[in-house]
């Protein structure tokens, strides 16, 4: 078996995207990524810094999720 150090982005994204796919194990963070979506653009462009900023962070977390492949999610688009 592979030591956790010889993982690399493309091992976790490949596991992820099998576990997704096969299982109903990540549906929790799909659907809670759906429900910040509705709310996200509008978070980061509030006119409080402090709720800006935290909409920032949690876009470059659903990114990261996007990126390992633990959700599929659209692109966020601004209707407005």
Do not use: P, S, W
């Not at 997704?20 to 799909?30: F, G, H, K």
């Not at 962070?57 to 990114?63: D, F, P, T």
């Not at 390992?68 to 209707?79: H, M, N, Q, S, V």
Request: aromatic share 10%.
């Amino acid at each position: 078996m592979k030591d956790y150090n010889d993982f690399t982005d493309e091992d976790y994204k490949q596991i992820f995207k099998g576990i997704r796919r096969n299982t109903t194990a990540l549906d929790c963070v799909a659907v809670a990524i759906k429900c910040i979506n509705y709310d996200l653009l509008d978070m980061l462009k509030h006119d409080k810094n402090d709720v800006a900023e935290f909409a920032y962070n949690v876009a470059r977390l659903k990114n990261t999720l996007v990126y390992l492949g633990i959700i599929e999610t659209e692109k966020l688009r601004d209707e407005a």
